[in-house]
């Protein structure tokens, strides 16, 4: 096919053929990551809803897989789960307290043990949480990251090469020897800064509405003792009606949450936007010498909507084949830092975090091993289909490549 | 011959383009070129490659970039009851109206001067809407009329086509296209049938005449090839060195050049009925042997770059006019006339 063909129509052509656009290796890509995807959206609501990743059973710490051979040990902590299960459900259905069952000495049949074993298809963890659902939250949080830090370094590179590209001289100078200098800098030193200076604002805001919700309590309760003064009671009612009108000023734990996560996400966008502005300032300079931008001139463009209609769309190529190669390698970088305990921080969980945890369980007497292999597993499938993926991608958009 | 009305649509006064040297003085590219285009006229500039020919036509246009405008003026008369104004001082949205407006350009290599990955009929499109207000509907109707003159069958379908699905001769229809979409008044077409196989150049040509013909749009026809002149062309200006060596109707100028240049390059064009297996004459060297000649210069020497007699670096030049509606560039002496330079420029067009 003709070479000057654009890069988006040349992938729609080949993907009327889709084996030849992307290869085997891109059709793998796709479907592994494809079916991860939909894993992960569709449990969302059942996995974040009322923290269903955090949730605990104590009793059934340290379960392996139920496909899994137990041994006895581990079928007496089952069986201890499935006997306080069937408590539970017991004192529900008759609607009496747990402990009155205790009293009378209630035992469950083993008809209703075997109704209430649990069964936890990839085994739990020490605190007898689900490492499934573990797993499908994780690997939510980690995408998110991923795109999230992939969008911020796509947009920031594209914008920050093709500037440097476009008006040259000491522009291109400035903004190119700023990359320079970034480049030197160890990312783990930026993506810490970053985080203590998150977190810094974080406290100042925390303490800030702390204070004010204090100082509303302090009013409340001193208006309500003048109004009845010598009353004994009033101040203790006083203190908790106070309590509960204005509470204590802290900030939700999901707010929290999302502001790690975003800041994660920024400060590895914020490093690796480097490479693309390099390419892309490469693109761009070999683009603005090209003989359509000089015609667009002479029609009559203006340098503004030369630049975003003639001259952005013309890097969509190597852009979006660029994107697709940083996703993988944010996410890599976010499990990094995760396992390193900078990144995200549990109880969320994230696959770097949770490999973390998997390899201090680790020891010779009982393995362990669902926790650390799940985890690891689903880390090595998705970069390796994003990888690929990416890489099917380059191909098809080089010309060179299309011989075969 | 027609009268063409009395007032001239661009008038060009001295025009000199530098472009700056990093370690050296600036290159001068075009020096003193001075001319007049009428409206519905095919005006040729005729030159080698660094003659100034292109520097001067996107000068025009501000596109001389990194050119500087040295000095000159180019006057556009919308009609002779409007103010003259000079493109040359023009800057910004200014000038922007002009470009594809009033003035629009058609470049050398139709394969690589339209967007790659915009569809044919938003390029046109785009153009109508900078120019004219109108709704993006209309414009896209009128980007499918603009194909359709340009005899490009099923416009529908094919303004929604990308360039790289039209062949070459096909390209440059669709730059046509673009530029006529606005309705200019001036076409400036920089060597529109280079990169062109020959049935496909004379397609081009001849839609671009009847441009000229039915919408009296003047054209500037920048190229290097004689053989155009002779079939397309009302005047035409022989440049050499940034500067304009001879200008006259392209009949006179094929039938009497006077300038040992023009004469020398007419020379160059092999023909049926020459003798056989004879060398053909580098350009150079005919000039040195026709340059004694020149009978119809009344005693002036023509100018010519090539000679660097220590006497003439410092000796100015000027455009004499030895026959009416004929002008050719002597070194300027006592004969000379003094005082103003001519303006060449003739009113003639091509009888439909």
Same mark, same amino acid.
């Given at each position: 096919?003709?070479?000057?063909?654009?890069?988006?129509?040349?992938?729609?052509?080949?993907?009327?053929?889709?084996?030849?656009?992307?290869?085997?290796?891109?059709?793998?890509?796709?479907?592994?990551?494809?079916?991860?995807?939909?894993?992960?959206?569709?449990?969302?609501?059942?996995?974040?809803?009322? /923290?269903? &990743?955090?949730?605990?059973?104590?009793?059934?710490?340290?379960?392996?897989?139920?496909?899994?051979?137990?041994?006895?040990?581990?079928?007496?902590?089952?069986?201890?789960?499935?006997?306080?299960?069937?408590?539970?459900?017991?004192?529900?259905?008759?609607? @009496?307290?747990?402990?009155?069952?205790?009293?009378?000495?209630?035992?469950?049949?083993?008809?209703?043990? /075997?109704?209430?074993?649990?069964?936890?298809?990839?085994?739990?963890?020490?605190?007898? $949480?689900?490492?499934?659902?573990?797993?499908?939250?994780?690997?939510?949080?980690?995408?998110?990251?991923?795109?999230?830090?992939?969008?911020?370094?796509?947009?920031?590179?594209?914008?920050?090469?093709?500037?440097?590209?476009? $008006?040259?001289?000491?522009?291109?100078?400035?903004?190119?020897?700023?990359?320079?200098?970034? &480049?030197?800098?160890?990312?783990?030193?930026?993506?810490?800064?970053?985080?203590?200076?998150?977190?810094?604002?974080?406290?100042?805001?925390?303490?800030? $509405?702390?204070?004010?919700?204090?100082?509303?309590?302090?009013?409340?309760?001193?208006?309500?003792?003048?109004?009845?003064?010598?009353?004994?009671?009033?101040?203790?009612?006083?203190?908790?009606?106070?309590?509960?009108? &204005?509470?204590?000023?802290?900030?939700?734990?999901?707010?929290?949450?999302?502001?790690?996560?975003?800041?994660?996400?920024?400060? @590895?966008?914020?490093?690796?936007?480097?490479?693309?502005?390099?390419?892309?300032?490469?693109?761009?300079?070999?683009?603005?010498?090209?003989?359509?931008?000089?015609?667009?001139?002479?029609?009559?463009?203006?340098?503004?909507?030369?630049?975003?209609?003639?001259?952005?769309?013309?890097?969509?190529?190597?852009? @979006?084949?660029?994107?697709?190669?940083? @996703?993988?390698?944010?996410?890599?970088?976010?499990?990094?830092?995760?396992?390193?305990?900078?990144?995200? $921080?549990?109880?969320?969980?994230?696959?770097?975090?949770?490999?973390?945890?998997?390899?201090?369980?680790?020891?010779?007497?009982?393995?362990?091993?669902?926790?650390?292999?799940?985890?690891?597993?689903?880390?090595?499938?998705?970069?390796?289909?994003?990888?690929?993926?990416?890489?099917?991608?380059?191909?098809?958009?080089?010309?060179?490549?299309?011989?075969? | 011959?027609?009268?063409?009305?009395?007032?001239?649509?661009?008038?060009?006064?001295?025009?000199? *383009?530098?472009?700056?040297?990093?370690?050296?003085?600036?290159?001068?590219?075009? !020096?003193?070129?001075?001319?007049?285009?009428?409206?519905?006229?095919?005006?040729?500039?005729?030159?080698?490659?660094?003659?100034?020919?292109?520097?001067?036509? %996107?000068?025009?246009?501000?596109?001389?970039?990194?050119?500087? =405008?040295?000095?000159?003026?180019? %006057?556009?008369?919308?009609?002779?009851?409007?103010?003259? !104004?000079?493109?040359?001082?023009?800057?910004?949205?200014?000038?922007?109206?002009?470009?594809?407006?009033?003035?629009?350009?058609?470049?050398?290599?139709?394969?690589?001067?339209?967007?790659? *990955?915009?569809?044919?009929?938003? +390029?046109?499109?785009?153009?109508?809407?900078?120019?004219?207000?109108?709704?993006?509907?209309?414009?896209?109707?009128?980007?499918?009329?603009?194909?359709?003159?340009?005899?490009?069958?099923?416009?529908?379908?094919?303004?929604?086509?990308?360039?790289? +699905?039209?062949?070459?001769?096909?390209? +440059?229809?669709?730059?046509?296209?673009?530029?006529?979409?606005?309705?200019?008044?001036?076409?400036?077409?920089?060597?529109?049938?280079?990169?062109?196989?020959?049935?496909?150049?004379?397609?081009?040509?001849?839609?671009?005449?009847?441009?000229?013909? !039915?919408?009296?749009?003047?054209?500037?026809? =920048?190229?290097?090839?004689?053989?155009?002149?002779?079939?397309?062309?009302?005047?035409?200006?022989?440049?050499?060195?940034?500067?304009? %060596?001879?200008?006259?109707?392209?009949?006179?100028?094929?039938?009497?050049?006077?300038?040992?240049?023009?004469?020398?390059? %007419?020379?160059?064009?092999?023909?049926?009925?020459?003798?056989?297996?004879?060398?053909?004459?580098?350009?150079?060297?005919?000039?040195?042997?026709?340059?004694?000649?020149?009978?119809?210069?009344?005693?002036?020497?023509?100018?010519?770059?090539?000679?660097?007699?220590?006497?003439?670096?410092?000796?100015?030049?000027?455009?004499?006019?030895?026959?009416?509606?004929?002008?050719?560039?002597?070194?300027?002496?006592?004969?000379?006339?003094?005082?103003?330079?001519?303006?060449?420029?003739? +009113?003639?067009?091509?009888?439909?």
């Amino acid at each position: 096919m003709d070479p000057a063909a654009p890069f988006m129509a040349r992938v729609a052509m080949k993907a009327r053929h889709f084996r030849a656009a992307l290869g085997w290796g891109g059709a793998f890509g796709g479907g592994v990551l494809l079916a991860l995807l939909c894993a992960c959206l569709l449990a969302a609501p059942w996995v974040w809803s009322d /923290g269903a &990743y955090d949730r605990q059973d104590r009793a059934a710490r340290h379960l392996p897989p139920v496909w899994w051979p137990h041994d006895d040990e581990q079928l007496d902590r089952l069986r201890s789960a499935a006997r306080e299960r069937a408590a539970a459900a017991e004192s529900t259905l008759r609607g @009496i307290p747990a402990e009155a069952l205790t009293r009378e000495a209630w035992t469950p049949s083993e008809q209703q043990v /075997g109704q209430a074993m649990p069964s936890y298809l990839l085994g739990t963890d020490l605190f007898g $949480r689900d490492v499934l659902v573990r797993c499908l939250a994780g690997g939510s949080v980690s995408l998110a990251v991923g795109l999230l830090a992939a969008g911020i370094s796509v947009v920031v590179g594209t914008l920050w090469g093709a500037l440097a590209a476009w $008006r040259g001289g000491r522009t291109d100078a400035l903004l190119m020897r700023t990359v320079d200098v970034l &480049y030197g800098l160890p990312y783990v030193l930026l993506v810490v800064l970053v985080g203590v200076a998150a977190d810094g604002v974080l406290d100042r805001i925390q303490e800030s $509405r702390s204070r004010e919700a204090r100082r509303q309590r302090e009013s409340f309760v001193a208006a309500s003792i003048e109004l009845a003064p010598g009353d004994a009671r009033t101040r203790a009612s006083a203190e908790s009606q106070a309590l509960e009108l &204005y509470g204590t000023g802290a900030l939700p734990g999901a707010f929290a949450q999302s502001v790690g996560m975003l800041t994660l996400a920024v400060a @590895i966008g914020g490093v690796s936007w480097l490479t693309l502005a390099r390419v892309v300032r490469g693109q761009v300079l070999s683009l603005k010498n090209r003989p359509f931008v000089e015609a667009a001139r002479a029609v009559g463009v203006g340098p503004v909507r030369l630049f975003m209609r003639h001259l952005l769309p013309n890097l969509a190529g190597p852009v @979006i084949v660029y994107a697709t190669l940083t @996703i993988p390698q944010a996410m890599l970088q976010e499990s990094f830092l995760s396992f390193l305990g900078i990144g995200v $921080r549990p109880p969320l969980p994230s696959w770097g975090n949770m490999v973390a945890d998997g390899l201090g369980e680790l020891n010779p007497v009982r393995s362990n091993w669902w926790l650390l292999v799940f985890p690891c597993l689903l880390l090595a499938a998705t970069l390796l289909s994003l990888n690929l993926l990416g890489e099917s991608l380059r191909a098809a958009s080089d010309p060179r490549a299309r011989t075969r | 011959m027609s009268r063409a009305p009395a007032t001239p649509l661009l008038e060009v006064l001295d025009l000199a *383009v530098d472009f700056d040297r990093r370690d050296s003085t600036p290159l001068r590219a075009v !020096e003193g070129v001075t001319f007049r285009l009428y409206p519905g006229q095919t005006l040729a500039i005729v030159g080698e490659s660094g003659s100034g020919k292109s520097v001067t036509g %996107l000068s025009l246009l501000g596109l001389q970039s990194p050119g500087r =405008i040295a000095r000159g003026r180019a %006057l556009w008369r919308e009609s002779s009851s409007h103010d003259a !104004e000079d493109l040359l001082s023009l800057r910004g949205d200014a000038i922007r109206a002009y470009r594809g407006g009033k003035i629009a350009m058609i470049f050398q290599e139709p394969m690589t001067s339209l967007n790659p *990955v915009m569809r044919v009929g938003d +390029q046109i499109a785009e153009a109508v809407r900078l120019h004219t207000d109108v709704s993006a509907r209309d414009a896209r109707s009128r980007a499918v009329d603009a194909l359709a003159a340009v005899a490009i069958d099923e416009p529908h379908r094919r303004a929604r086509e990308y360039p790289h +699905q039209f062949s070459g001769g096909m390209r +440059q229809r669709v730059m046509i296209a673009m530029a006529i979409a606005c309705r200019p008044r001036v076409l400036i077409a920089d060597e529109p049938t280079t990169a062109l196989d020959a049935t496909t150049q004379a397609q081009v040509l001849t839609l671009i005449d009847r441009l000229r013909r !039915e919408q009296r749009v003047a054209v500037i026809l =920048i190229t290097h090839s004689l053989g155009l002149v002779a079939g397309h062309a009302d005047v035409a200006a022989v440049m050499h060195s940034g500067r304009i %060596l001879e200008f006259a109707p392209a009949n006179t100028i094929l039938a009497r050049p006077l300038h040992p240049y023009t004469v020398a390059l %007419l020379r160059c064009i092999p023909t049926i009925r020459g003798p056989i297996r004879q060398r053909l004459t580098t350009v150079r060297d005919l000039v040195r042997s026709v340059e004694p000649l020149s009978p119809g210069l009344a005693g002036h020497r023509p100018w010519w770059p090539n000679e660097f007699h220590e006497a003439d670096r410092t000796r100015a030049t000027v455009l004499i006019e030895p026959e009416e509606h004929h002008w050719v560039r002597v070194w300027a002496d006592s004969k000379a006339p003094r005082g103003d330079w001519a303006i060449p420029g003739v +009113q003639t067009t091509r009888i439909p």
